[in-house]
């Protein structure tokens, strides 16, 4: 299954390593779903070959990726033309 996210809360911070839950959309039903926490879409993304993206107001696509730091836990990153991108802290506020 494709996901896009659509809105981010965060917590403690602006960065990627603070976005504490993220809403997403199944674009072939268009049913809005709210994830539990960052670890569980994690490891959909892992385990499950799960994809998800973001899109702008242009319909740009930046896709998501699983980032491993190497203190704190894992975390969600968009990269897009080959660069990693602020996507996913930019996106409204719930």
């Known amino acids: 299954m494709v ?3 659509v809105a981010r809360r965060m917590s403690g911070g602006t ?5 504490e839950l993220l809403w997403w959309k199944n674009p072939s039903t268009g049913a809005t779903e709210k994830s539990s926490t ?3 879409l994690v490891k959909w993304i892992e385990e499950q070959n799960g994809e998800a993206y973001t899109e702008d107001s242009r319909r740009n696509r930046a896709k998501v990726y699983v980032r491993t730091p190497a203190h704190g836990p894992k975390y969600l ?3 897009a033309d080959g660069v990693w991108t602020n996507n996913l802290p930019a996106l409204p506020e719930r």
């Open 3 to 5: 996901i896009q996210f």
């Open 15 to 19: 960065t990627h390593q603070h976005i």
């Open 38 to 40: 960052i670890a569980e």
């Open 77 to 79: 990153q968009t990269r």
